[in-house]
Each structure stands twice: as structure tokens, then as C-alpha cells.
């Protein structure tokens, strides 16, 4: 009886891998190299901002290279979603910076790393590099993968005039996602132009 047992709880164990194995495949599981799941920055850039998407769940690759923390569950919250979503389309559509670090922090979730970026992206843009630098720096704290964030921060220290740090910056990226991903590409196109050169991003 224990071993019929035994037997039928193996030949179960085996069924369900070798029926969720397709979707492992195609990058619905979890598992290393990205942490799989889609990238909510994925896609075409258009002058230098993130394709209009939104976090969707854990495990982003543009947020981590593994797993997400756990205090980063609420991301599959369709109010904070459609928050997000409000201040992402002030920042992007609307180029509202004021507005939109309003909304960030209105969400109650100042410590995930896509909002802190994005927060940390509005200071800057709106000429305040202090507030800037401590929420890039509060972004990183929570994901130090966060690949949007070593991009957006090495542009921040190229206006600053610090070279050196910006490239650390790209190299961050590089071992994160590789010099094929948009954000290497992005900082590393800003490091080539002269320095005093005005940025756009």
C-alpha cells in the first residue's frame, strides 16, 4: 500500500512538471537568467523613456535579475497598477513632474524600486539632483539590480559632470542585462557625446 502510494505521488510529481515544462519554456516561470516574467520596460525606446508598460508581477526582468524581495508583493495590485499607470502616462504624457511625484507617493510604496526611480527620475527632471540622488540611491537599496535605475542615475551623474561614476554606472548595467539591453545602450550613447553636452533624457 505505501509503495503503490509512494509510486502514484512520483508518477504526479513527474506529470506536473512535464505539464507546466512548456510554459517554463516560454518564460512563464519563475527561474534564473531574469527571473522570468515580462519586462515592463520592454520593447522599442522612444526618445529615451521606457515603452508605456506597467509592472505587472514579481520578477520582472527590468526590475531584477533574481526574485524580488518580498516587500515588493503589492506590484500585482490592481489600485497600486492603476496608480502607477496615472503617474507613469503624468511623467511621460504629460511631462507633469510636480504632479506625478505626488501621485508616486501617494501610491504608499515609496521603497519599490519603480517608483523610487521614477521619483528619483521627476526630482532630476525637474532640476532638484539632491531630492534626485536620494531616491535613485532608495531605488538601488531596494533592488540593486534595478536596471532602469543605474541607467536613469548615470545619466544623473553625467549632468553632474562626474564621467567616472557613469561609466561604474554602464558597467553595473553590463553585468546586470549585458551592452545588448536598452539601458546600456542608452547611457553608454549619452557617455559618448562631449561633456557639457545637454541631455534629453
Keep these: 500500500m505505501l509503495t503503490t502510494m509512494i509510486r502514484l505521488v512520483a508518477l504526479g510529481t513527474f506529470a506536473a512538471a512535464v505539464l507546466n515544462a512548456p510554459a517554463l519554456a516560454a518564460g512563464g516561470g519563475g527561474g534564473g537568467g531574469g527571473g522570468g516574467g515580462t519586462d515592463p520596460y520592454a520593447g522599442a525606446y522612444s526618445a529615451q523613456k521606457p515603452q508605456p508598460t506597467y509592472p505587472k508581477r514579481p520578477g520582472s526582468r527590468a526590475t531584477q535579475k533574481g526574485k524580488k524581495p518580498n516587500n515588493q508583493s503589492s506590484i500585482g495590485d490592481p489600485a497600486f497598477a492603476a496608480g502607477y499607470r496615472v503617474a507613469y502616462d503624468t511623467i511621460y504624457e504629460r511631462n507633469d513632474y510636480a504632479a506625478a511625484i505626488a501621485q508616486l507617493k501617494s501610491l504608499g510604496h515609496d521603497?519599490?524600486?519603480?517608483?523610487?526611480?521614477?521619483?528619483?527620475?521627476?526630482?532630476?527632471?525637474?532640476?532638484?539632483?539632491?531630492?534626485?540622488?536620494?531616491?535613485?540611491?532608495?531605488?538601488?537599496?531596494?533592488?540593486?539590480?534595478?536596471?532602469?535605475?543605474?541607467?536613469?542615475?548615470?545619466?544623473?551623474?553625467?549632468?553632474?559632470?562626474?564621467?567616472?561614476?557613469?561609466?561604474?554606472?554602464?558597467?553595473?548595467?553590463?553585468?546586470?542585462?549585458?551592452?545588448?539591453?536598452?539601458?546600456?545602450?542608452?547611457?553608454?550613447?549619452?557617455?559618448?557625446?562631449?561633456?557639457?553636452?545637454?541631455?534629453?533624457?
Design 111 to 201: 521603497d519599490h524600486p519603480n517608483v523610487a526611480n521614477l521619483i528619483g527620475y521627476s526630482y532630476r527632471k525637474l532640476g532638484d539632483y539632491e531630492q534626485s540622488q536620494v531616491w535613485y540611491q532608495r531605488a538601488l537599496k531596494a533592488d540593486p539590480n534595478h536596471v532602469l535605475t543605474w541607467q536613469y542615475y548615470g545619466l544623473w551623474q553625467l549632468e553632474q559632470g562626474n564621467r567616472e561614476q557613469a561609466m561604474y554606472h554602464l558597467s553595473r548595467i553590463a553585468a546586470i542585462c549585458g551592452t545588448a539591453c536598452e539601458e546600456y545602450k542608452s547611457l553608454a550613447a549619452a557617455l559618448e557625446k562631449p561633456t557639457g553636452t545637454a541631455l534629453v533624457y
